[in-house]
């Protein structure tokens, strides 16, 4: 299958970066000059640039679209007001995850969706299925960029550029660079105070470029998908595929604050109030290094009093540029809670972690 390409593909190349297939797209994993270890340190201390135009876009207009779409995700899009944007998750039947996405609330007539790279057929699809006369789902994958700029120094990046800055966390406002009309969210996935711009993507080059340039007095350093997951996992947030799946639930993956439980009907309801009831299904627990070992995705987890019993697996495990030591992620048994020491089996070595609630480093996102 040929891999699809950003509009700042020609961008990437020539800064170096080494690329890497990310849900069908060719996408950046990290530039030359530095890596992921100096652009993770870049946004936790300055500011960072980051390519994720690979994330899906869909459009949901009509009478009703706000109603109809908080009918089917698990949020409720009632708890916000249009010009904010929500965290929420697309469910099958059985609880299973299909997604998790940002849901842009632009009025009760428009909703703006922007789900991960791999499943945005799928949440679309679904949605189409489901849409009642009146209501048009539309897939705008390609049609729009994605920019984030991220850091403590986010603020004077776009300052210099004009664009808004003042706007709560998780709000989005209406902005102009170089001639191109763009929105500008308070969102992020790095922990750090940031934004997200979605931008025309005839306009992408344009956009970056500005960015660059006026982030150049405050150190911006431009960012890969390697560095992005390192500082997702320091904060303990979730990936689709690794926290979040078919067979992790919301429940399982510790997200029931980003369910509406309240709501009449969403997709897996019934399922998920089952989960939450019973108490049974393993759940999402922090991982930190109590010596060198650093934990990877499938590694098994096991009792620390007991090596010969397995308790889980990891999902998610990186080297902490912050803390300098291993932390991870691992779907674990109920059993096992918070201050526990489990081991994990790191290439053939017992390595001990104490298991702790996330985020590893204190987050920065909803600084004023």
Not at 51 to 77: I, M, P, Q, Y
Not at 114 to 126: E, F, K, Q, W, Y
Not at 295 to 306: L, Q, S, W
Request: contains cysteine.
């Amino acid at each position: 299958m040929d891999l699809l390409h950003s509009p700042l593909h020609d961008r990437h190349v020539a800064l170096g970066a080494k690329l890497a297939e990310f849900g069908g797209w060719e996408m950046p994993l990290e530039y030359a000059g530095g890596g992921v270890l100096a652009e993770h340190k870049a946004v936790r201390e300055q500011v960072g640039l980051f390519d994720v135009s690979h994330l899906g876009k869909a459009l949901v207009r009509g009478a009703g679209a706000a109603e109809f779409v908080n009918a089917c995700l698990t949020n409720d899009l009632r708890r916000i007001q249009p010009g904010k944007a929500q965290y929420t998750l697309c469910c099958d039947d059985d609880g299973g995850t299909i997604d998790d996405l940002i849901a842009y609330l632009r009025s009760d007539f428009e909703v703006f969706l922007i789900p991960n790279a791999a499943n945005t057929a799928a949440v679309v699809d679904r949605l189409k299925a489901a849409a009642p006369d009146g209501i048009e789902v539309t897939n705008q994958h390609r049609e729009h960029a994605v920019l984030a700029v991220q850091g403590t120094l986010s603020d004077e990046v776009l300052t210099a550029l004009d664009l808004p800055v003042d706007h709560e966390y998780m709000s989005f406002a209406d902005g102009t660079v170089a001639g191109h009309e763009l929105t500008v969210c308070r969102t992020g996935y790095t922990g750090e105070r940031g934004y997200e711009l979605v931008v025309p993507s005839d306009g992408a080059v344009d956009v970056w470029d500005a960015l660059v340039e006026a982030g150049e007095p405050h150190g911006l350093r431009p960012c890969g998908l390697g560095a992005r997951d390192t500082l997702r996992t320091e904060m303990g947030y979730p990936l689709h595929g690794h926290e979040l799946s078919v067979e992790i639930s919301p429940v399982m993956a510790r997200a029931g604050w980003a369910v509406g439980w309240d709501k009449p009907a969403f997709w897996g309801k019934d399922a998920l109030e089952k989960q939450r009831a019973e108490k049974s299904v393993p759940l999402v627990r922090g991982l930190l290094a109590e010596g060198r070992g650093i934990p990877r995705p499938g590694m098994t987890v096991r009792r620390a009093d007991d090596p010969g019993a397995t308790v889980g697996e990891v999902t998610s495990g990186t080297f902490s540029p912050t803390l300098r030591q291993g932390v991870g992620l691992a779907l674990l048994d109920r059993s096992v809670g918070d201050g526990d020491t489990v081991v994990v089996d790191v290439r053939g070595r017992a390595e001990s972690f104490t298991v702790t609630k996330p985020p590893f480093v204190e987050p920065s996102t909803k600084e004023s």
